[in-house]
């Protein structure tokens, strides 16, 4: 994901990212990131009136592989959030990761990959 759109989301929900977070993404998946960071930040921020438990909630990475989204969390998930994660990791399953066009996952040299025809990585 470009510095811009990371710089973004770093402003946008610093308590889910801190003021420096590497989103280890392609660009078509800013769509998808935005949305689950959107819902995060609002599952978060309807814990409990406890401060400490809020600020334990946060993200700790951000990537793909096997070609779908990969979240942590930095503490144990409530089921919320489990779910949450778990519907926009089925969304990055059919959309392009530079793009964010519909797509399907691809193997190419080893490596998988959520791509649309456009963006097919050369067969292996």
């Known amino acids: 994901?470009?510095?811009?759109?990371?710089?973004f989301l770093c402003s946008r929900y610093p308590e889910l990212y801190g003021e420096k977070f590497y989103f280890e993404v392609g660009d078509g998946w800013n769509e998808i990131i935005q949305s689950m960071s959107a819902d995060l930040f609002a599952l978060v921020s309807d814990l409990p009136d406890n401060q400490q438990l809020r600020a334990d909630h946060y993200v700790g990475e951000v990537k793909e592989k096997f070609g779908e989204l990969r979240v942590c969390m930095n503490v144990r998930e409530t089921d919320e959030i489990t779910?949450?994660?778990?519907k926009f990791m089925a969304a990055s399953r059919v959309t392009c990761?530079?793009?964010?066009g519909v797509g399907q996952r691809r193997r190419s040299h080893g490596w998988v990959s959520t791509r649309c025809?456009?963006?097919e990585p050369e067969k292996s």
């Open 83 to 86: 779910a949450t994660i778990g």
């Open 1 to 7: 994901m470009n510095v811009d759109k990371m710089d």
């Open 97 to 100: 990761d530079v793009c964010g």
């Open 117 to 119: 025809n456009v963006h």
